[in-house]
């Protein structure tokens, strides 16, 4: 878990880096209703709980640098016995000072009234600009407001948070690797159990069901919806419907990750419904392992992130050249993006508190170089279509082998090592 004196100092580094003369608004999530009366389980969003730790709905925060009353408000729900009654305890003004280290907490429904108060003198106001019009509004009329008093100073300059909140998020401290590492090791473990639930006859959805099973025993949930797409299935990139019976002589492909500490892990395992491979799959299936095994060596302090990327494309290139799915030399074939045909997707992605997480992928127009501290996917696949050009054996094989991974400066940390991914671990374990 991550420790209040942890996101204490996250916020004053994005204080430091806003620098002096600039306000920060982040606002939480809401809750969002399914149907009816019910919502769906809230989850606060990431932006907000990195800086706070804070998980309640109907909350914001301001940063404000040099206030003398303190520097870091909440505005929250206040302390209502009669809700409390119906979901329980609510943290409150005290409980934002006392328990999160706030130096100041209003209550939300005050928020119009102080909000444009707390804005005078500040030149620049920082926020997720443009992530909700609702919310790009309320901050015009708070400016609006502002500015109708005698000599007010209000902000006169707009920024968005996002790329210095961002950044922040991008390099995981020593706990943000803590909490990775669990989720990891949860979703590992799920994706043990549905390997070995894996049967002809099994549907999709009880696959899924063994992986559920393990996260809410670990009092975690899934990081996304998962994917269990057995034969052409495994085809259909984010497919989340699950409800197809499992055939002897397909395979399984299996997307699934944790959500632990609001801390995603992101893992895919690709294996034979009946624990064999058929010769042609496993002639595919050593394609990608080997590409993602280059991409993971590729993974290296300094080297661009797209490093990764291009030796997979290598590999699978020259595998599918050797095994006559794609044509021509191998420099022409890349060149050509033959390969896209069959890889149509990157082979990674930052991860973190979101499964897709955030930070940029270029810097000045150039793809960024990999740092220690950085925690992304690596996942290669091939999709071979039904097409009449490809080999019988071959349609409608799908592979994907991903891995959670974070980077140190001695190189990379595959957080979901527990899971094998050789044949014949695959096979033995299925055996
Ligand atoms: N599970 C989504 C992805 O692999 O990117
Ligand atoms: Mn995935
Ligand atoms: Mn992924």
Not at 74 to 88: H, I, S, T, Y
Request: glycine share 8%; hydrophobic share 40%; proline share 5%.
């Amino acid at each position: 878990m991550i420790a209040a004196t942890e996101f204490a100092r996250r916020r004053r580094q994005l204080m430091r880096t806003v620098g002096e003369g600039s306000l920060v608004v982040v606002p939480g999530a809401h809750t969002l209703l399914r149907n009816g009366d019910v919502e769906f389980p809230f989850r606060q969003h990431s932006d907000f709980y990195y800086l706070t730790g804070f998980s309640e709905p109907d909350a914001l925060l301001v940063l404000a640098p040099g206030r003398k009353d303190g520097e870091a408000i909440l505005f929250c729900r206040q302390k209502d016995p009669k809700k409390e009654m119906w979901d329980g305890p609510m943290a409150g003004l005290k409980g934002a000072v006392d328990d999160f280290g706030m130096d100041d907490a209003f209550p939300m429904a005050d928020l119009d009234d102080i909000l444009p108060n707390l804005m005078e003198g500040y030149e620049r106001l920082f926020y997720p600009l443009g992530r909700e019009t609702a919310f790009d509004q309320r901050v015009m009329e708070w400016i609006g407001t502002s500015r109708q008093r005698k000599g007010a100073r209000p902000p006169e300059e707009f920024v968005s948070l996002d790329h210095h909140l961002h950044d922040m998020r991008l390099y995981k401290s020593a706990a943000e690797m803590r909490s990775m590492r669990r989720s990891a090791r949860i979703a590992s473990q799920a994706h043990l159990a549905a390997i070995r639930a894996c049967a002809p006859g099994v549907n999709e959805y009880q696959l899924r069901a063994e992986l559920l099973r393990v996260f809410h025993q670990h009092n975690t949930c899934e990081s996304y919806a998962p994917i269990v797409g057995g034969g052409s299935n495994a085809c259909v990139l984010h497919y989340i419907r699950c409800q197809a019976e499992l055939q002897d002589g397909d395979l399984v492909l299996i997307d699934a990750g944790a959500e632990y500490d609001h801390y995603a892990s992101d893992i895919t395992r690709t294996f034979p419904v009946n624990g064999r491979f058929t010769p042609e799959q496993r002639a595919i299936y050593e394609v990608v392992l080997e590409a993602q095994e280059a991409a993971i060596e590729a993974a290296q302090v300094g080297n661009s992130w797209l490093a990764p990327h291009d030796a997979a494309v290598r590999v699978i290139t020259r595998g599918l050249i050797k095994l006559k799915l794609i044509s021509g030399r191998l420099n022409t074939a890349i060149r050509r993006r033959a390969y896209e045909r069959f890889f149509m997707h990157k082979t990674g992605h930052w991860l973190g508190m979101d499964v897709h997480d955030v930070g940029d992928y270029e810097v000045h127009g150039e793809p960024r170089e990999l740092e220690a501290g950085m925690a992304f996917t690596i996942e290669p696949g091939v999709y071979i279509d039904g097409k009449r050009d490809i080999p019988k054996a071959f349609r409608n094989i799908g592979i994907r082998i991903e891995d959670s991974l974070v980077l140190r400066k001695r190189g990379p940390e595959v957080l979901s090592a527990d899971v094998p991914k050789k044949v014949d671990e695959l096979e033995a374990l299925m055996a």
